[in-house]
């Protein structure tokens, strides 16, 4: 029995239908996709540009301290703060006491120093009893009381008994030694050929 030429027709039709959707559904999904599961749009991701962050200290904003109850009760506060802090009174250190002269004496004169020599060279030093003072070419003792004890006595005179002391005097020395109890005199002896010693008396 041979098929009716109109039921081909319709056949071919729907066929061509069936095919023409399939196809426009394929296209639609893209190569490889599923066409068995759901269609999902993959979201939408704007791009974000990475921006510098901003330092801090660029910008400076100058504020003013408000107070509450306005500026004049700022200051007036202020002010008292400054008048109740604490004061700290340092106590200034006493005076130095004022030397006192309990006795004086005259010393070696232009006429005892044996050289006439201006300016006077002078030194003097001070035991626990007893003064020695020298001046130029010569010296002199006293008590604490300014009695003179010896002199003027020559100090060329009195260091010749060193063989190494030279015949002339300059600069002389003395000082005493606490620790030793001893009174020391020197002074730097020297000749006309520019020779020259340091002579050196121990009591």
């Not at 319709?10 to 599923?34: E, K, N």
């Not at 006493?94 to 006795?103: D, F, G, H, Y």
């Not at 606490?178 to 009591?203: E, M, P, W």
Request: charged share 15%; hydrophobic share 40%; glycine share 8%.
């Amino acid at each position: 029995m041979r098929p009716q030429p109109r039921y081909v027709v319709r056949g071919l039709v729907f066929a061509f239908v069936v095919l023409l959707l399939t196809g426009s559904r394929i296209g639609a999904q893209g190569p490889g996709s599923d066409t068995n599961g759901a269609i999902l749009e993959a979201p939408v991701r704007p791009v974000v540009a990475q921006l510098t962050t901003a330092r801090g200290d660029d910008v400076r904003v100058s504020r003013q301290v408000l107070h509450p109850r306005g500026q004049a009760e700022l200051e007036a506060e202020k002010e008292e703060a400054e008048l109740s802090a604490p004061v700290h009174i340092v106590a200034a250190a006493p005076a130095p006491l004022a030397p006192t002269i309990e006795t004086g004496f005259d010393g070696i004169s232009f006429q005892d120093s044996f050289c006439n020599c201006i300016p006077p060279d002078g030194a003097i030093a001070a035991g626990p009893n007893h003064l020695l003072g020298t001046v130029n070419t010569a010296f002199k003792v006293w008590n604490k009381s300014g009695t003179l004890l010896r002199g003027p006595i020559s100090l060329p005179s009195f260091f010749s008994v060193n063989p190494a002391s030279l015949p002339n005097v300059s600069d002389p020395f003395t000082l005493y030694d606490g620790a030793a109890n001893r009174f020391v005199l020197g002074a730097l002896t020297y000749d006309s050929l520019s020779n020259s010693s340091i002579t050196i008396a121990v009591t």
